[in-house]
């Protein structure tokens, strides 16, 4: 079974703290993704990785950061966390080959007051 | 512009009754087309994709999906329904040539007893 896993399901920062989302998936799957979920807005793509020190801005990249040092391990920095990123993060990984589905971790529920 | 429309919020079927959940696209080229569910508090779940062929593809806990190229349409349908599919439901598209998915804003499938 794939596992993505991902290192806290709830947080709870200040405003203007540094937040870091860990990811890490044991499937060998090249891709990784980082979202954020919130209600009627579905999930939105923050940043992906396609390969180790590679990654792309999604549709709403302002405000983080993104590193992957290790194929299996994907993290999502807050550089300064606001009370507009309060949301639910979810992590994803695939393979590269484009008919193949994702498989997602079960989420982190960030609160910043 | 790449998108997927879940035209409804919510959706409410009696248990036993089919249900049918709806999405459509708007993709250049063939697109890649899948079916996500989310149970409280979880991640998403892979239930079924369309690649190409069979129009009708089937997937886990008894879904399929009717993918309809001229209707750019890739419908979820469950012939009978139970209360513990009552959850939410994601459509998402991934477009050939890209890594990134592109997900509707998820439909709330409510099963009444």
């Known amino acids: 079974d794939v596992k993505v896993t991902q290192s806290s399901r709830y947080l709870v920062k200040r405003t203007g703290e540094k937040v870091f989302l860990e990811c890490v998936q044991d499937?060998?799957?090249?891709?990784m993704f980082w979202y954020r979920q919130d209600p009627g807005l579905g999930l939105r793509l923050i940043y992906f990785?396609?390969?180790?020190?590679?990654?792309e801005k999604g549709d709403i990249p302002e405000g983080y950061s993104v590193s992957r040092e290790k194929k299996e391990r994907f993290s999502l920095i807050l550089e300064s966390a606001s009370t507009n990123q309060t949301s639910m993060y979810l992590c994803?990984?695939?393979?590269?080959?484009?008919?193949?589905?994702?498989?997602f971790g079960p989420g982190t529920r960030l609160l910043v007051l | 512009a790449q998108s997927v429309a879940q035209p409804e919020d919510q959706v409410n079927v009696a248990e036993g009754n089919p249900l049918t959940v709806k999405c459509t696209y708007s993709?250049?080229?063939?697109?890649?087309l899948f079916w996500y569910v989310q149970y409280p508090n979880r991640g998403l779940q892979f239930l079924l994709k369309?690649?190409?062929?069979?129009?009708l593809v089937k997937g886990s806990y008894g879904f399929e999906a009717e993918f309809n190229k001229s209707q750019t349409s890739f419908h979820l349908k469950k012939p009978s329904a139970l209360v513990s599919d009552s959850a939410l439901y994601f459509c998402?598209?991934?477009?050939?040539?890209?890594?990134?998915?592109?997900f509707g804003t998820g439909t709330r499938l409510k099963v009444l007893a």
């Open positions: 994803a990984s695939s393979f590269r080959a484009p008919g193949l589905a994702q498989y």
């Open positions: 993709v250049s080229g063939n697109p890649y």
């Open positions: 369309y690649i190409t062929g069979d129009n």
């Open positions: 998402a598209v991934r477009a050939p040539g890209t890594y990134k998915y592109i």
């Open positions: 499937m060998d799957h090249e891709n």
């Open positions: 990785s396609y390969d180790v020190k590679m990654k």
